[in-house]
C-alpha cells in the first residue's frame, strides 16, 4: 500500500504540476472558456468511461499489474510531451491522453489498495493514500510555479515534470516485483452470489456523479483567475499546491471518520466543500484562497472515502468491475458539469454558481439514503 502511495506522490507531481497550468497554457494557445471546460470534461469523460472497460478487463484477467503498468507510463509521459504542442488542438490530444492513461490503470490498482487495506481500515488505508498523493500534487504545482517565476516559460514547467514520471514509473515497477499477487493480502470470505451490484450502490453511484456534475475542474477555475486578474500567472499553480495540501489533510481526517461513522462523512463534506463555487469565481485574492481550501477539502473526500466506500459495498471477486462503473458514472457527470459551467461562465458567473451549489447540494438526500441502507444491512447482518 505504502509503495502505491510513493507511485502516486510522483505520479501526481507529474500531472498535477500539469493540471496547474494547463488552463493558462490553453488560453495561451489561443483556446476559449468554453473549450478549456468542454476539453476538461471530454479529459475526463473519456477517462473515466474507459475505466469502465478497465474494471471489467482486470476482473476477467486478474492481471492488475501489467494493466496498471501500461496506465500509468500513457498517464505520466503524455504530459512532458505538452512542451511540444504548438497548437491547443495538439495540446488538447495529449491532456486526453494522459487521462487515458490514468483510466485504464485507476481499477486496476484501487481494486489492488482495497486489498491491502483490508486489516488497517479502508478509511485509513484510501485516506493514507490520498495523502501522499496529494503530497505530489502540492509539490508538482510548486516546482511548475517555481519555473513560471523565473520566466522560463510553460513549456520548460511541462519538460521538468519528465523527472517525477520515471521515478513513478521505477517505484511501481519495484512494487510489482515485491507483491506480485495483491489478492493474496484479503482472505475472501464466502459471500453470496447476486445477479448485479446491491441497490445502495447505484444510489450511492447517483449521489456522488451529482457532486462530480457540480465541481468545477481547476483549468476552468486557473482560466478565470488569469483572465480577470485575481492573481498573477505564478499564483495561479501556487493557489493549487495550497488546495492540494488542504486535501491532503483532509483525505487523513475524512478517512479516519470514514472508519467510525460510514457515510455521513460524505454528507458533512460535501456540505462544506459546495461553498468554493461563490467564493472562488466571485472573490478577490483572499476569498479565492479560501474558495480553493474548500475546494481542496471536497476534492480530499472525493479522491479517499469515496473509493473506501465502494469496497464495502461490492464483492471481493467484482472489485474491478464496481470501480470501472462508479468511476465510469462519475465521469460522465464530471463531463457533462464541466462542458456545462463553461458555457455558463462565457455568459453568467451567477448561473455557474448556483448551478454548481444546487447540484451538489441534490446529493446530500440520496447519501442519506445510503447510510439508512447500510445501517439496515449491519442490523441484518447481526441478527
Known amino acids: 500500500m505504502v509503495l502505491l502511495g510513493v507511485v502516486s506522490l510522483f505520479a501526481d507531481v507529474t500531472y498535477e504540476g500539469a493540471r496547474s497550468i494547463n488552463g493558462p497554457y490553453l488560453a495561451l494557445l489561443g483556446a476559449s472558456a468554453t473549450t478549456v471546460g468542454f476539453v476538461a470534461g471530454l479529459g475526463e469523460l473519456i477517462g473515466y468511461s474507459l475505466r469502465l472497460v478497465a474494471g471489467?478487463?482486470?476482473?476477467?484477467?486478474?492481471?492488475?499489474?501489467?494493466?496498471?503498468?501500461?496506465?500509468?507510463?500513457?498517464?505520466?509521459?503524455?504530459?512532458?510531451?505538452?512542451?511540444?504542442?504548438?497548437?491547443?488542438?495538439?495540446?488538447?490530444?495529449?491532456?486526453?491522453?494522459?487521462?487515458?492513461?490514468?483510466?485504464?490503470?485507476?481499477?486496476?490498482?484501487?481494486?489492488?489498495?482495497?486489498?491491502?487495506?483490508?486489516?488497517?481500515?479502508?478509511?485509513?488505508?484510501?485516506?493514507?493514500?490520498?495523502?501522499?498523493?496529494?503530497?505530489?500534487?502540492?509539490?508538482?504545482?510548486?516546482?511548475?510555479?517555481?519555473?513560471?517565476?523565473?520566466?522560463?516559460?510553460?513549456?520548460?514547467?511541462?519538460?521538468?515534470?519528465?523527472?517525477?514520471?520515471?521515478?513513478?514509473?521505477?517505484?511501481?515497477?519495484?512494487?510489482?516485483?515485491?507483491?506480485?499477487?495483491?489478492?493474496?493480502?484479503?482472505?475472501?470470505?464466502?459471500?453470496?452470489?447476486?445477479?448485479?451490484?446491491?441497490?445502495?450502490?447505484?444510489?450511492?453511484?447517483?449521489?456522488?456523479?451529482?457532486?462530480?456534475?457540480?465541481?468545477?475542474?481547476?483549468?476552468?477555475?486557473?482560466?478565470?483567475?488569469?483572465?480577470?486578474?485575481?492573481?498573477?500567472?505564478?499564483?495561479?499553480?501556487?493557489?493549487?499546491?495550497?488546495?492540494?495540501?488542504?486535501?491532503?489533510?483532509?483525505?487523513?481526517?475524512?478517512?479516519?471518520?470514514?472508519?467510525?461513522?460510514?457515510?455521513?462523512?460524505?454528507?458533512?463534506?460535501?456540505?462544506?466543500?459546495?461553498?468554493?463555487?461563490?467564493?472562488v469565481f466571485w472573490g478577490n485574492f483572499s476569498v479565492v484562497l479560501i474558495g480553493m481550501g474548500l475546494w481542496g477539502m471536497g476534492m480530499g473526500a472525493q479522491e479517499s472515502i469515496m473509493r473506501a466506500a465502494i469496497a464495502e459495498m461490492v464483492p471481493i471477486t467484482r472489485r474491478g468491475a464496481g470501480y470501472g462503473i462508479f468511476n465510469a458514472g462519475y465521469g460522465v457527470c464530471w463531463f457533462l458539469g464541466s462542458a456545462l459551467m463553461g458555457f455558463f461562465y462565457d455568459f453568467s458567473l451567477m448561473a455557474l454558481v448556483t448551478f454548481s451549489v444546487v447540484v451538489q447540494l441534490t446529493s446530500v438526500p440520496l447519501l442519506l439514503l445510503v447510510k439508512r441502507s447500510s445501517s439496515k444491512d449491519k442490523k441484518e447482518a447481526v441478527v
Open 56 to 279: 471489467y478487463i482486470s476482473d476477467k484477467m486478474g492481471r492488475y499489474w501489467p494493466i496498471t503498468l501500461f496506465g500509468y507510463s500513457l498517464n505520466l509521459l503524455a504530459v512532458p510531451a505538452l512542451a511540444l504542442a504548438g497548437r491547443w488542438e495538439i495540446a488538447v490530444l495529449l491532456m486526453i491522453a494522459e487521462r487515458m492513461g490514468k483510466a485504464i490503470r485507476t481499477p486496476a490498482r484501487d481494486a489492488m489498495l482495497s486489498h491491502a487495506t483490508k486489516e488497517i481500515g479502508r478509511g485509513k488505508g484510501f485516506g493514507l493514500h490520498e495523502a501522499l498523493d496529494q503530497i505530489g500534487a502540492v509539490l508538482g504545482p510548486l516546482a511548475v510555479a517555481g519555473v513560471i517565476y523565473f520566466k522560463e516559460g510553460y513549456r520548460t514547467g511541462y519538460v521538468i515534470l519528465l523527472v517525477p514520471a520515471l521515478m513513478a514509473i521505477s517505484v511501481l515497477i519495484t512494487a510489482r516485483w515485491l507483491y506480485p499477487q495483491p489478492r493474496d493480502l484479503e482472505v475472501a470470505q464466502t459471500e453470496l452470489e447476486t445477479k448485479g451490484f446491491p441497490r445502495k450502490f447505484w444510489l450511492y453511484l447517483i449521489a456522488v456523479a451529482l457532486i462530480a456534475a457540480g465541481y468545477a475542474d481547476f483549468p476552468l477555475i486557473a482560466y478565470h483567475l488569469k483572465k480577470v486578474s485575481v492573481v498573477s500567472d505564478a499564483w495561479i499553480p501556487v493557489f493549487y499546491a495550497i488546495a492540494m495540501g488542504v486535501d491532503a489533510i483532509a483525505a487523513l481526517f475524512f478517512g479516519y471518520l470514514f472508519d467510525r461513522i460510514g457515510i455521513s462523512t460524505l454528507v458533512i463534506a460535501s456540505l462544506c466543500s459546495m461553498l468554493f463555487a461563490p467564493l
